[in-house]
Structures are given as structure tokens and as C-alpha cells.
């Protein structure tokens, strides 16, 4: 709970304003779904336009008074979601393993439900074998040389939804430099100076959802 929900709930209370009251007085004509928008409000789970242009209105307090406790709320929002993005880069630096990206014609996957059914973002991704990094130079070319055959020929050259595989860029480290990766056209040869374009690695992952459920796990099983 952040400050602004504290604040709410500790001025409802001292001035004795019914949740009913004061969704009321915030402006919802429907009571009910006016309440059901108040409690994501209180678990800071959704901020209505609404609930936030009439909240000194409703709660009868100053403007002056309110908007210091929404910076303060804003402050420790921005504290959270930097906390969150530093765990969630420690999980993905655990995680990490040395991988082949392949490009393709669209970045953006077109129909994105077929992208979600069949987890065509992950096919993108072609891990490279865990003893790659101790290789020699002559057999990491072979190692990587045999990968790119064997997915150019899995999946016909083409990404489902992505279109044809263009080149592959090879990530060795999680904290590596951008600038520092190298690009492979199709037959496995090092591309000599490649489009910047083709050094940038998009991870991301397209989901179903049906009725805010994320359905996209049955198609995957299913397929």
C-alpha cells in the first residue's frame, strides 16, 4: 500500500466517509462498480481517471495537501518498479545461457495470435551448447555452423509469423556489448560490418488472454 491509499483510508476514516459515500461523491452513478473500482484503487492494483480528478473533492481535503501525498505515492512507485526491474535482471543473468537470435523480415509478428499459439518468439532464440564459451575458435565455428543448418532446415528458413530468417546474431554473456556482437548470414559466415539493426537482440513474448485470463499455455501444450 503507498502513501495515497494510507492517506484515503486514514481520512475516510477520521472523517467517517462510507465507501459508498465516496464513490458516490467521486462521481460513479453505478454504486456497485463504482466500489468494485474503488477496491483496486485501495490495493493498488488500477488508478481511474475518476477516482483520481475528484479525490480531494470526495475526501474533502486540500488540493495542495493531496498532491503532496501523490508525489510522495509517485516516488515510492518509482522505487518498486526499479527494485522490480533490478531483481527480475539478477533472475535473467542466473538464467541466462549463450544463444543464436534470428532475424527476421518483420520484428513485429503478423498475425500476432499465430505468434502466441504456436510460441513462435521463442523459436527465435536457438540455444548454443553449454561447453560453446571453452571452445576453440575453429570449433565454435563448427558447433555454430551445424546449429544454423539444422534450424534453417526445422523450420524451412522461415519463422512462423516472422517471416524469413535473414542472419543470426550470436550473444556470448549477459552484460555483453551491443557493438561487440557478431552476425552470421545463413550458410554460418561472419557478416563484415552488418546494419546495427541486426546487432539488437528483441525478447519479448506474445500471449492469449480470455477475459484478463492468459490462455496462451493450452495452444502451447496443445501444439
Known amino acids: 500500500m ?8 486514514s481520512k475516510m476514516k477520521e472523517k467517517g466517509i462510507k465507501k459508498s459515500v465516496f464513490v458516490k461523491r467521486a462521481g460513479y452513478s453505478n454504486i ?4 468494485k ?18 479525490l480531494a473533492a470526495s ?15 509517485k516516488m515510492e512507485m518509482q522505487r518498486d518498479i526499479e527494485r522490480s526491474r533490478a531483481k527480475q535482471n539478477d533472475i535473467d543473468r542466473r538464467n541466462f545461457s549463450p544463444c543464436l537470435y534470428c532475424h527476421t523480415e518483420r520484428r513485429i509478428p503478423s498475425p500476432i495470435f499465430v505468434c502466441a499459439i504456436l510460441g513462435a518468439d521463442r523459436m527465435k532464440k536457438i540455444k548454443l551448447p553449454k561447453y560453446f564459451l ?4 575453429e570449433e565454435r565455428d563448427a558447433e555454430r555452423r551445424e546449429l544454423i543448418k539444422e534450424t534453417m532446415m526445422r523450420y524451412e528458413g522461415i519463422i512462423p509469423s516472422f517471416g524469413s530468417i535473414l542472419c543470426f546474431t550470436e550473444r556470448l554473456s549477459f552484460d555483453d556489448e551491443e557493438d561487440d556482437r557478431r552476425v552470421y ?3 554460418g559466415d561472419l557478416i563484415e560490418n552488418p546494419p546495427s539493426e ?3 537482440i528483441y525478447e519479448g513474448k506474445a ?5 484478463g485470463r492468459d490462455i496462451t499455455k493450452f495452444f502451447n501444450n496443445y501444439f
Do not use: H
Not at 456497485?32 to 466500489?35: D, F, K, L, M, V
Not at 474533502?60 to 503532496?68: D, H, M, W, Y
Open 2 to 9: 503507498y502513501s495515497i491509499q494510507k492517506y484515503v483510508k
Open 32 to 35: 456497485s462498480r463504482g466500489c
Open 37 to 54: 473500482r474503488f477496491d483496486s484503487f485501495m490495493k493498488g492494483e488500477s488508478y481511474p481517471d475518476i477516482i483520481m480528478k475528484n
Open 59 to 73: 475526501l474533502e481535503v486540500p488540493e495542495k495537501e493531496l498532491n503532496e501525498v501523490i508525489a510522495k505515492s
Open 134 to 137: 571453452i571452445l576453440s575458435d
Open 185 to 187: 548470414n545463413l550458410n
Open 198 to 200: 541486426f546487432k539488437k
Open 207 to 211: 500471449t492469449l488472454e480470455y477475459r
